[in-house]
């Protein structure tokens, strides 16, 4: 079968299309014939070596398909099931053997393509708006990079909660996506102060909590557009990583919080993981979650997907078709 490889980190053009052998599902595991691969900032972290692996790298962790076979000793999943997960090496590939605890069967009324689309940047918004800084009635937020693949679901789930929600982004044509999407401010970020205009928006109050995945370039500002008992939730590293920060600053700031959660972390147990999808897929089945998905390329074009996402030309989800 044909998969995406990284033999040594570096830029998009280490990424390699290799023939490997089609895994054999092993106990407690299906086979999957790929029908849609998830791009994820995160797959950009593991070819560069910012979140080190060993190589080589089986790219991609999130998909879904059809399973084609299924292993011993596997409980409910059958021979012609439409599946989708969000935590399994190797999944730009045209098949995975995916372990049947890390997957979930997709019910009627959500594609492969969606069910791909959601389930890690799904999650991420799902847990950063109701667990990390649960948000309610009256709470404001800011959220950068708000047309972005985790950005569109977040903005989508924060106003579900009542918040108002401020959103950032680079572009007018990404601000009419996120404003699309329910934000109720959008602010261009590269043209625009941020911080200055939050606390304009907040009448120099600050918000309750910042989602902050762009880091490097926005982490002073973020702080600064906090309230005196703020959250700061950073949780990526789109421009590169936040610097260690002084604890005495978090005082200095209003006593604030800073916490730098990972979806590993609230997704812990069987139940938590299906708690959080059948959220998302109920969301979906009744129109309350609209899935934006901005492009899609073939799976020997991976490198141009990589390029355009770190180049901040995509929005919503990019997804990869074998
Ligand atoms: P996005 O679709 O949001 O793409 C990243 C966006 O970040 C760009 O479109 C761009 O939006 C913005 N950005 C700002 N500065 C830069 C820069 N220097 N280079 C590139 N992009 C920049 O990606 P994802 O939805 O996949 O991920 C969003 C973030 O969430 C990532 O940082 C990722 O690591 C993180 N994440 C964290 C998880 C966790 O559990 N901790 C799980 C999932 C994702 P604009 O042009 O509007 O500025």
Known sequence: MKAIRVHQTGGPEV???DDIPT??????????????????FIDTYHRTGLYPLDLPI??????????????????????GDAVAWSSIAGSYAEYIAAPEESVVKLPEGVATKSGAAVMLQGMTAHYLAHSTYPLKEGDTCLIHAAAGGVGLLLVQMAKKCGARVFGTTSTPEKADLA????????????????EAEVQRLTDGQGVNVVYDSVAKATWEKSINSLRPRGYMVFFGNASGPVPPIDPLLLSQKGSIFVTRPTLGHYTATREEFLSRTQDIFSWIQSGQLNVHIGEEHPLEQAAEAHRRLEGRQTTGKVLIIP
């Not at 895994?23 to 994820?40: D, F, H, Q, R, S």
């Not at 962790?61 to 000793?73: K, M, P, Q, R, Y």
């Open 15 to 17: 990424l390699t299309l």
């Open 58 to 79: 089986p790219l991609g962790l999130e998909g879904s398909g059809i399973v084609e076979a299924v292993g011993t000793d596997v409980g409910d999943l059958q021979i």
């Open 179 to 194: 404003k699309g999407a329910g934000a109720d401010e959008i602010i261009l970020y590269t043209e625009q102060d941020f």
């Open 23 to 40: 895994p054999e599902p092993g106990a407690g595991e299906v086979l999957v014939k790929i029908e849609a691969a998830g791009l994820n």
